[in-house]
């Protein structure tokens, strides 16, 4: 069985690390005559292409490459590339001592001369990178088109030698590399002319600043950045009595009285402060917002927002629109959408959105959050509306208003229908509330709070929520026939007697 020949990247692989550990030429070396100057076979090709190297290293007359001892800088000494300088005013026919200049040996012994480069890579080369994108094009070529693959890849690897031939003057991988790719295009009897290898993908470019200097403050390029997908969202809304819709897409309606945290988080605190809606009502409405943005370093200084019914500012509780003077205090602004009515709070750092608005005599909240920052908390932070929604005995129906006023319930139907027509948990709300309150302004609470939704939600299907028997319950046809009949019943007998 005869063995598999060698893949040709490592064989012009095994060139390079030929030329830069063993000192092995590709061109038969010839010997120096004595006081002349050594060359290789091939070298006058070499340097009428310019491939002769500027800082070549310099050997002494009289001596053959192939015995040139190992130098100081632990290399050997392969090729007598040698320039030549005539110095102004030097006799003709005379060679002047200077630098490329060969002089007679000393000793016996071929030196390396002062100045000489030693053959290292040069910073500004890129053979090494040529050669990792030959060795990728190659790797796993199979099939029938194997040899045409294999010529564009060869094609591609000679470009790309050919663009850094200048920065690689003097460097020997280069030189072994240009030398095998000749070699290896003959034995595939491939072209010089033709189609070449798409060239690999490359990753974006290092960022000399780094990327947490610059784009920490941006939640979604950071997601992005480390984990290759953009981040997801959730969604969590208090609005009229109030009604609660969490980041599970659960909805409760809640007799909560006092301070309760909607948030509370390693990056945000939201707390609502709730009243009677009138007195001596179980239902609530929300009458104040308090809204903390927690410390973080490099984007904002700890910002605090406040809401009250009948104040609602465009601006933090220190006047202040944004973060602060930090470098990303920009990731952080707030804006007035409509004059108090409606107010946004962009935090960019934390990939978060707030909108805030009051309708009638109560105010509404809602948010989008990346679900990593809704998650951030501990067991001790486990108090949170948005989170777990309303506790189980701060729950109540919204149908008990139907039993108390059936015709009030009908015209607060009527009303809400107008702004919302689909019948969902916020046309139950809304309704909810207009009878309870008695103010017709709760219709635009359920409005406000549904259009947040359509801008705030991941998954649009999700907008519409359904709760079977959990709203007033509207008037059956069989229902209002019997109360005519009834109504006919007693008109006749008013007439009889």
Known sequence: MHPLPPHPALVVLGRVFAWLNLGGSISTPIPCPAGGRGRS???????????????APRLSAGCEPSRVPRTEAGTWVTRSWVTRTRQPGWPPGKEPPGPGVLRKPTQGSCRMQPGAASGHVSSQ???????????????????SGRTAAYCNALRSYSHCTRKTARTCRGDLAFHSAVHGIEDLMIQNNCSKEGPTSPPRPRPPAP?????ESLDICDYEKSFLYKHGQPPSYQHCAAFGDPHIRTFHDDFHTCRVEGSWP??????????????????????????????IF???????????????IGNLPAAFEDGSVNGGERP???SLAIRELSPGRHVEIRAQYIGTTIAVRQA???????????????????EEQDLQLCVGGCPRSQRISRSECC???????????ALCKEMLPVEDVYFQSCVFDVVTSGDANFTMAAHGALEDARLFLPDAEKLHIFQAGAGCPHASPSFLLLLLLLAASLWALQSHF
């Open 41 to 55: 076979k091939g070298s006058e090709e070499e340097e009428e292409r310019g491939l002769l190297p500027e800082a």
């Open 125 to 143: 080369c890129k053979i090494l990178r040529c050669n990792s994108e030959y060795v990728a094009a190659t790797l796993n070529l199979r099939g």
């Open 207 to 211: 960022n000399h600043q780094g990327f």
């Open 262 to 291: 909607l948030l509370d988080n390693d990056y945000l605190f939201v707390q609502a402060t709730s009243a009677p809606v009138a007195k001596g009502s179980n239902a609530t409405v929300t009458s104040k917002l308090t809204i």
């Open 294 to 308: 927690k410390n973080m370093k490099e984007c904002i200084d700890q910002k605090v927002y406040q809401a009250e």
């Open 328 to 330: 990303g205090g920009s």
């Open 360 to 378: 009638g005599r109560q105010l509404s909240f809602s948010i989008r959050v990346a679900e990593e920052v809704a998650r951030a908390f501990t």
């Open 403 to 413: 039993s108390r006023s059936r015709g009030a319930a009908e015209e607060a139907r």
